[in-house]
């Protein structure tokens, strides 16, 4: 009969792993390996015309935290005090399990597609495409995995778990999560056998992310494994179309197109007016989007950044290059008293650039 192994640590993109598998929630481990990493190149972008539709992204969640439960599901008042603690903002519980795709063990979340999106990368929590192919039963995979076990979209494979069923294959995109490679949605995770409430993501603006990690482990206990996804070796990587994969490198690219602009002030006003995505809604003096742009200044302003075709002030790919353009066009380049007023040129409040200069120095303490 098969078998469904609980969710661990590893993925197709490196190292061992070991998968504790049980008949039903509860069983005995028994310890099995992943082959060798094996390098892992871009995958094809997913391009779906899907009748099923999804809601449209509102905001981004970038989680700070990731920890996923050996022993079955995690219980809900563990949720609910995690969802309490300091600072913690969001807190999502997602059903999973080590499934086997091609011959290989591939660890995979069952998530809603509208809630889920918002916590992956920019670049592939806005690709619609995604989203509507996971909606529609298909599967969608990391960049990784679908290089390295050889995937097509458009084609169906069988997937190894409780049950046997054969999916299509609806895209891939960098999932940001360190072990991760492989989502169904709920409907397909349950009928596989996935182990709900297995694993959860925390995002918590503004905490010390490795003493978050420290007291989410302390609550869980021993069985699981939770990790700090700020440490450099989980940064997610550029997606498919060589974009950069989170918010940090995109206001590091975005700074290049201005000569003498450090990428800690974009960053520092990504922080005040949206929270990096988070809050991207329209304030009460009418701005859009991750930049809190003004709709009139955008059509100065706005650029195309992804090379869509369109300048879309709701796309941190446009809007965080357009802030770019904006400052560089007010001589943020040119440093000192420049940049001051180029800052008080996007926000005309002296407070408010003191705040920004204040968190471009604390950006450059951690990061530089």
Partial sequence: MAVIAVLCSGNLGGGVYAAWSVDGERGAPRATAAPPREPAFPGPVANIAEERKVAPLRRVVPPDVLAVFRGGPIRRTEIAK????????DVIAVAGGAVQLQGRGVNTFAVDPSQFRSWTP???????????????????????AAD?????????????????????????????????????????????????????????????????????????GRNADVVNL?????????DAGGRPGSYLDLYKEAARSCPGLSWTVLAAIGQVES???????????????????????WRSYGVDGDGDGKADIMNPYDAVPAAARYLCAHGAGKGGRHLYQAIWAYNHADWYVQKVLNLAKAYAVRYD
């Avoid at 995690?82 to 903002?89: C, K, W």
């Avoid at 192919?133 to 298909?138: P, V």
């Avoid at 988070?278 to 809190?292: F, K």
């Fill in 275 to 297: 929270d990096h995505g988070r809050n991207a809604g329209r304030s009460s003096a009418g701005a859009l989007g991750p930049m809190q742009f003004l709709p009139s200044t």
């Fill in 122 to 144: 920019p670049g592939t929590a806005k690709r619609n495409e995604l989203w509507e192919a996971l909606a529609a039963d298909r599967f969608v995979v990391s960049t990784a």
């Fill in 82 to 89: 995690i969802g309490r603690l300091r600072r913690v903002r």
């Fill in 230 to 238: 700020h440490e450099r070796r989980y940064q997610a990587p550029p």
């Fill in 148 to 220: 390295q076990l050889r995937l097509a979209e458009g084609m169906r494979y069988p997937v190894v778990a409780r049950t046997i069923p054969y999916l299509e294959m609806g895209g891939s995109g960098t999932l940001g999560l360190p072990g991760i490679d492989m989502l169904v949605s709920k409907k397909t995770g349950a009928e596989m056998g996935l182990v709900p409430n297995v694993a959860i993501l925390i995002n918590a603006p503004g905490t010390d992310a490795a003493r978050l990690t420290a007291t989410v482990k302390k609550i869980l």
